[in-house]
């Protein structure tokens, strides 16, 4: 069973930094793929970041491009996938999930990971 943890969180203030951590579990394999995902009060899920475990690149909206940075790190037969923010701004306030599937898909992201597993999701708040 694929699992899906998530740390990092917290409260910053404009022009600051966090690292989000997703600890994925339960995969066979090292290969596969994994979204960053948030939701705001009182709006839809949206999709952030997204990227293969054995890619060399990230897929991220338009909103934190140049922002936020997805990096997988393998170490044994642990997959962490971290979510380095940037230059964070009050509209980044949300909770952020990661999610998992085997392979990376334009339609799953723009479709805000419309399938799981999913993490517990981690709370950013930006706000001076």
């Known amino acids: 069973q694929v699992q899906l943890v998530e740390s990092g969180g917290g409260s910053v203030q404009p022009g600051g930094s966090l690292r989000l951590s997703c600890e994925v579990s339960?995969?066979?394999?090292?290969?596969?793929?994994v979204g960053w995902f948030r939701q705001a009060p009182g709006k839809e899920r949206e999709g952030v970041a997204m990227?293969?475990?054995?890619?060399?690149?990230?897929?991220?909206a338009d909103s934190v491009k140049g922002r936020f940075t997805i990096s997988p790190s393998i170490a044994r037969n642990t997959v962490t996938v971290y979510l380095q923010m940037d230059s964070l701004k009050p509209e980044d306030t949300a909770m952020y999930y990661c999610?998992?599937?085997?392979?990376?898909?334009?339609?799953?992201?723009?479709?805000?990971?419309?399938?799981?597993?999913w993490g517990q999701g981690t709370q950013v708040t930006v706000s001076s």
């Open positions: 999610a998992a599937r085997s392979m990376c898909d334009a339609a799953w992201f723009a479709r805000a990971g419309s399938s799981g597993p």
């Open positions: 339960g995969y066979s394999h090292i290969s596969f793929c």
């Open positions: 990227r293969s475990t054995t890619s060399t690149r990230g897929i991220y």
